[in-house]
C-alpha cells in the first residue's frame, strides 16, 4: 500500500532529481524515484555518453542503484520529464523484475501527473517466474 504522501514525496524526489540529468545530446533529461518495499526512495537520472547507445535511462539507474545498496522489492516509482513522459520498454522490463503490479506516476515540472501501473504498461510481459 502506497499512501498519498508517499506518492506525492516520490514525485518531488523525481523532479528534484531530474535537474541533474546528463543530458546534453537528446537535451531530454528524465528523473526518477523508486520506492523500496522497505520504504527507502532511491534516485536516478539519465546519464548519456558521446557514445550514444551507451546512454542509460533515468529509471534503471535508479534500479541498478538500489539493487546495489540491497533493494529487492519496489513498490512504486516516479518519472519526472518535460512532457510526463512515458518509461522506455527496456525500462518497464527490468521494473518487472523487481515489482508486482506497482503505481507508476508520471509527471512534468509544471506539476502535471498521470498515474497508471506497471502491468498495464508491460501487459504478458517476461518475468522471473517463468524461469522458476
Ligand atoms: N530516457 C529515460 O531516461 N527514460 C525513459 O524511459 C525514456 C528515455 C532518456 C534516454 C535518453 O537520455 C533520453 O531520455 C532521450 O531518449
Given at each position: 500500500?502506497?499512501?498519498?504522501?508517499?506518492?506525492?514525496?516520490?514525485?518531488?524526489?523525481?523532479c528534484?532529481?531530474?535537474?541533474r540529468?546528463?543530458?546534453?545530446?537528446?537535451?531530454?533529461?528524465?528523473?526518477?524515484?523508486?520506492?523500496?518495499g522497505?520504504?527507502?526512495?532511491?534516485?536516478?537520472?539519465?546519464?548519456?555518453?558521446?557514445?550514444y547507445?551507451?546512454?542509460?535511462?533515468?529509471?534503471?539507474?535508479?534500479?541498478?542503484?538500489?539493487v546495489a545498496?540491497?533493494?529487492?522489492?519496489i513498490?512504486?516509482?516516479a518519472?519526472?520529464?518535460?512532457?510526463?513522459?512515458?518509461?522506455?520498454?527496456?525500462?518497464?522490463?527490468?521494473?518487472?523484475?523487481?515489482?508486482?503490479?506497482?503505481?507508476?506516476?508520471l509527471t512534468?515540472?509544471?506539476?502535471?501527473v498521470r498515474?497508471t501501473?506497471l502491468?498495464?504498461?508491460?501487459?504478458?510481459?517476461?518475468g522471473?517466474?517463468?524461469?522458476?
Amino acid at each position: 500500500m502506497v499512501t498519498e504522501i508517499q506518492k506525492k514525496t516520490l514525485l518531488q524526489e523525481a523532479c528534484a532529481v531530474r535537474e541533474r540529468a546528463y543530458a546534453p545530446y537528446s537535451e531530454y533529461k528524465v528523473g526518477a524515484a523508486i520506492l523500496t518495499g522497505d520504504g527507502r526512495i532511491i534516485t536516478g537520472v539519465n546519464v548519456e555518453n558521446a557514445s550514444y547507445g551507451l546512454s542509460i535511462c533515468a529509471e534503471r539507474s535508479a534500479i541498478f542503484t538500489a539493487v546495489a545498496e540491497g533493494v529487492r522489492e519496489i513498490v512504486a516509482v516516479a518519472i519526472c520529464t518535460s512532457n510526463v513522459g512515458s518509461p522506455c520498454g527496456a525500462c518497464r522490463q527490468v521494473m518487472v523484475e523487481f515489482a508486482g503490479d506497482m503505481p507508476i506516476l508520471l509527471t512534468d515540472t509544471q506539476g502535471n501527473v498521470r498515474e497508471t501501473t506497471l502491468h498495464k504498461l508491460i501487459p504478458e510481459y517476461f518475468g522471473p517466474g517463468h524461469l522458476a
